[in-house]
Structure formats: structure tokens, C-alpha cells
């Protein structure tokens, strides 16, 4: 029978699936890059004195209202000599464009016609960049929300605390990663001059944090799950992985990262080219930027929902997300029980997938259907597979040729927990080589290796963002390639150093490493979280000496000692 706290928690999520009704206006945060509604089409009124056919104001009215809109009027103040043009947006609504002298356009106001109320207005970064002008509930919807958010904070912390040890190191990496949410709190305000610094003091944190761990470890006193009965842990991970699919399903857009996936497989399916430059006709959006396995580990899903060229719907993402983050949970399940033996592996597996459940930040890459599970649920394959050289191999080839960051982990996976024999870094490099080679050549473009190159982590490379420091503050920029020499170091560094380690260890590192490669990304947005959380849950939860008391212990079982790795 279910017990009352799983069956509270299950209630709790299926209420928060309740779909929000829809408004009369148009919805800026339905369209790309969020979701698949097209904006409306812009036409040049015959008139600038004379309302439109079926309009209430006239192109200068449109004009008037929008040169008051706060970032307008901000842009109007540094050049008053500003020049105005004002379209018909669809049927019911007028965009209006500022133009300087020799600069372009700087600022956009839309305002609707029937009321004169200003829809949105932007300048600065907001002016090229949706995903910064802070629509409400835009990326992941309800996520968003304070009862959602601050629940799910509370569920990811609660049973990890122990009073009677406030200082400990799980403590502030829990706590550390739930203060995240300040930065989410001023980009979803549109405020991202605030929200991409607030970024940076965690990640730090962490990459300090994580080689601690994996250069100098420790066991640490006190057990990891205090208080609350493991069965209960076990249960409330069953209702929370329900709740996240019922509200995926029920109130989540697909991102374009997430129909890109699915359009990759559907080119894949049609023996269509991934990298030609026309990856999808008819919908803006460039998605032929990331590694073919990206495109092949959403095939599956294409096969049995097919893209139909509607980016309105699109159930291959959503299914496709949500086995990314089921696949990931269970396999941390599985994962403490070859960090651990007995009881306390299984506690452990049951406490890292509920950790995986219950964090807000992957409830917030799986409810915008992005594809950033598949990196999780290939690290934590990785860590399964730390065992044999040809499994780690193949798993770190997959990340790599998916979405080219966790290329960087190859190094520390090569030597694992230390081996020193020449066999073994052959196996892997020998898999990991065959397994790039048999995925990326299929799908070279008539161009060769420079155009396939120029399309992905070209293109990554030198596109602009307003989402890290590099983007943000330009001026920054000459410090960065200090910071990327310093991620190559570590990366290479943590083959041979320490010597010996256990997969604790190796976690540990695979987190500095991951994150060092982050911060030094000329793009980093909040999905990005869960690229090191399998390895950071890893590292702070098992470097606890127990995980539950004996009395929060399955009746009849023992601990036994930790495997060694």
C-alpha cells in the first residue's frame, strides 16, 4: 500500500498539471525560440495618418504610445534623432522599430490595437535575443512558478539535513545549487545583466568544491539521509517521477533545441543530410549544430511519433525528454549499488535518483523538452560502465557526438580509477575513436570535415550570447582564453593526478572538468545544470560514511562495507 507522504506528494504534483487558461492576446512566449507558434507577418500600413482597414489607431498613434515604452524612451534619451517605423502586426497589432543613424535598429515596441497598451519593448540584448526579454513562464512554464519552484527546493533539501550537523559539505552543495534559483528569478524578469553574474559564484563554488573531492577525499561523519525512512525516499521518487511526466505532457513547450532533435531524426529517417544548410525549410531555425548521435538518440522516438513539419506539436520530444530523465534516474539507481554494497548501496541509488527527481533544474530541462538529458543519462552511463575501458569509452564517444563538450572528460576516463596499464587506455582510446569515426562519418556534408566543422562547434564558437560573462561584458573578453587554457589543463591534468582514485573520485573530477569547460562557453544557459549534477550527487552523497541509520534501514538487512573501486 502506498504510504500517506508518497500519496500526499503525487496529489500535490498532479495539481500543479492544471493547464493555465488562455488569454485573448497574443502570446510572445508561445513563438520561437519556445515554441512553434509563428509571429505574425509584418506589412507596411498605406497610410501613417490613417488607421488600417479593421484598426482602431493610426501608424503615427502606434509610434506616439511606443516611443513612452521604458526601453524605447531609455534609447530616445542617449539619441533623440531616432527614426520610427511602424508595421501592421497581423491583424490586431503594430510593431515599431527605432532606427539610429549609422547603428541599426536599436529598440522594437509592440503595441495592440484595441487598447493602446504596450504588448512588449525591448532594446540592448532583449532586442535580438527572445530568450532574454523575460516572458513569463516562457521556458518551462509552471516550472517557473513560486509554488512549483520553492516546492521542489524544499523536497530537494529537506531529507539530506541534519541538525545536529549544520556545517556539512552536503548542506552547502544542496543549498548552493537551490541559490541558483536567484540568478532563474532575475532572467525570467527579463533582467539578465543580474541573473548571468549570479551564475558564476556557483559554478565556482563547485569546480573548487567537486576537485576537493576528487584530489583530497575524505569520508565524512554522519549519515546522508538523517531522518526519513529510505522506503519513504523510494516512494516519493515513484510519485515525483509521475507528477513530472503528467506535467510535461499536460503544460510544457517544445524548445527549438528540442525540435531540432526530433528534425535531425526525421532527415536521419528520410536518408536525408544533416549538415547541407537546409535543415529545416520553412521554420527558422538553425539546429544542424550539434553532433549526429544527438539527432540518432532522437530517432526512436520520430520513428513512432514522425515529424510532420508542425512545430506546434511535437510528441517525439516530449517523449524523447522524458526518457532522458527517467533513463537518468534509474540509472543513479543502479549506480549506488556499485558505489555501495548491501543496504547501504541500495539507500544511496534510492537517495541520488530522488536527489534527481525532486531538483528543480531537471525538471526544468525536461519540461522545456530540451536535449540536455541525453548528456546526464550518458554520464551516468559512463560511471556505470567505469569498470571496463571499452564500456566507458563507447558512453564518453556517445556524450562527445552529441553534443561536443564531454569530449573534454576523455582524458580522465581513459585512466578512470588510475589504471596505469597501457591495455586499457589502448581499449578505450581505440572505442572511443571507432565509435566518433562510425557515428560522424555518415553524415560528413559534400563540403568535408572544414564544412561539418563550420556548421557545429564553429558556429557554437563564434556565436554571439548575451548568456555568459564573455557575451554579457566584451570587455571581459581578454581573460577568457586564460580560462579555457585552464580547462584543457585540468582536463589532461585529472588523467594522471592523483594517481590513485576511487569512482567517488572520479565523479568528483568528471564535475570540475564539465564545469571548468562551462565557464569558459561563449553560451551557458540553466540546462546546462544538468550536465555535472550526476556527478556532483555522486561525489557529495557517497563521500558520507552512511547513508540512513540502522533503525531507517529496510528491516532484516545489513551494511556492509563500501566496494572498492
Not at 541538525?163 to 544542496?174: E, S, W
Not at 528540442?258 to 529545416?280: D, K, P, R, S, T
Not at 588510475?418 to 571507432?434: C, H, M, P
Request: proline share 7%.
Amino acid at each position: 500500500m502506498r504510504s500517506r507522504p508518497a500519496t500526499t506528494l503525487a496529489v500535490l504534483l498532479a495539481a500543479l498539471a492544471a493547464p493555465a487558461s488562455a488569454g485573448a492576446v497574443e502570446n510572445l512566449a508561445g513563438e520561437p525560440p519556445f515554441g512553434g507558434t509563428p509571429p505574425p507577418r509584418l506589412k507596411q500600413p498605406a497610410s501613417e495618418g490613417r488607421p488600417p482597414p479593421g484598426f482602431r489607431l493610426s501608424a503615427d498613434q502606434a509610434i506616439a504610445i511606443a516611443s513612452r515604452a521604458g526601453p524605447v524612451a531609455a534609447e530616445r534619451a542617449q539619441d533623440g534623432t531616432l527614426r520610427p517605423r511602424a508595421f501592421e502586426r497581423g491583424a490586431d497589432e503594430w510593431q515599431v522599430d527605432f532606427y539610429a543613424s549609422g547603428s541599426g535598429k536599436v529598440a522594437e515596441a509592440i503595441v495592440v490595437d484595441a487598447d493602446g497598451s504596450v504588448l512588449g519593448a525591448w532594446h540592448d540584448q532583449q532586442l535580438g535575443t527572445p530568450l532574454a526579454r523575460g516572458y513569463s513562464g516562457a521556458v518551462a512554464q509552471k516550472v517557473n512558478a513560486p509554488y512549483v519552484w520553492l516546492l521542489l527546493s524544499v523536497l530537494f533539501v529537506a531529507p539530506f539535513i541534519d541538525p545536529r550537523r549544520p556545517f556539512r559539505a552536503v548542506h552547502a552543495d544542496l543549498l548552493v545549487l537551490v541559490g541558483l534559483g536567484a540568478s532563474l528569478f532575475f532572467f525570467n524578469r527579463g533582467e539578465i545583466t543580474l541573473s548571468v553574474p549570479l551564475t558564476y559564484p556557483v559554478l565556482g563554488y563547485f569546480v573548487l568544491r567537486m576537485l576537493a573531492a576528487g584530489l583530497w577525499p575524505r569520508e565524512r561523519a554522519g549519515p546522508l539521509v538523517p531522518r526519513v525512512p529510505i522506503r519513504w525516499l523510494a516512494w516519493a521518487a515513484v510519485a515525483l517521477a509521475v507528477g513530472r511526466v503528467a506535467l510535461n505532457l499536460v503544460d510544457s513547450h517544445v524548445i527549438d533545441i528540442g525540435v531540432a532533435g526530433v528534425i535531425g531524426a526525421h532527415h536521419i529517417a528520410h536518408g536525408q543530410e544533416l549538415y547541407n544548410g537546409a535543415f529545416a525549410p520553412g521554420i527558422d531555425l538553425r539546429g544542424d549544430v550539434y553532433g549526429p548521435f544527438n539527432y540518432l538518440a532522437y530517432l526512436p522516438f520520430e520513428l513512432v511519433w514522425p515529424w510532420h513539419g508542425t512545430w506546434g506539436s511535437v510528441p517525439a520530444a516530449h517523449a524523447a525528454a522524458i526518457a532522458f530523465d527517467l533513463l537518468t534516474a534509474l540509472g543513479l539507481l543502479a549506480l549506488g549499488r556499485r558505489l555501495r554494497a548491501g543496504a547501504d548501496g541500495r539507500a544511496l541509488g534510492v537517495a541520488m535518483a530522488f536527489a534527481w527527481l525532486a531538483c528543480p533544474w531537471t525538471l526544468y530541462a525536461m519540461n522545456a523538452n530540451a536535449n540536455d538529458g541525453l548528456v546526464a543519462a550518458l554520464a551516468v552511463g559512463a560511471m556505470l560502465a567505469l569498470a571496463s575501458p571499452a564500456g566507458r569509452g563507447l558512453f564518453i564517444a556517445l556524450a562527445a557526438a552529441a553534443k561536443f563538450g564531454p569530449a573534454a572528460l576523455a582524458p580522465l576516463f581513459a585512466t578512470a580509477t588510475g589504471e596505469r596499464r597501457i591495455r586499457s587506455w589502448l581499449v578505450f582510446g581505440v572505442v572511443f575513436a571507432l565509435a566518433l569515426a562510425a557515428l560522424f562519418a555518415p553524415f560528413i556534408p559534400g563540403g568535408g570535415i572544414h564544412e561539418l566543422y563550420d556548421r557545429t562547434l564553429g558556429y557554437q564558437a563564434s556565436r554571439s550570447s548575451p548568456f555568459s560573462i564573455w557575451g554579457l561584458a566584451p570587455s571581459l573578453d581578454f581573460l577568457r582564453t586564460g580560462v579555457r587554457a585552464g580547462a584543457v589543463l585540468l582536463a589532461v591534468a585529472v588523467a594522471f593526478f592523483p594517481r590513485n582514485r576511487s569512482a567517488v573520485q572520479v565523479a568528483a573530477l568528471a564535475a570540475a572538468v564539465t564545469i571548468a569547460i562551462q565557464l569558459g562557453a561563449t553560451h551557458w544557459f540553466y540546462f546546462s545544470v544538468v550536465w555535472f549534477l550526476p556527478f556532483v550527487l555522486v561525489a557529495s552523497f557517497a563521500e558520507l560514511r552512511s547513508i540512513a541509520p540502522v533503525e531507517l534501514r529496510p528491516a532484516g538487512s545489513e551494511a556492509r562495507p563500501a566496494a572498492a573501486s
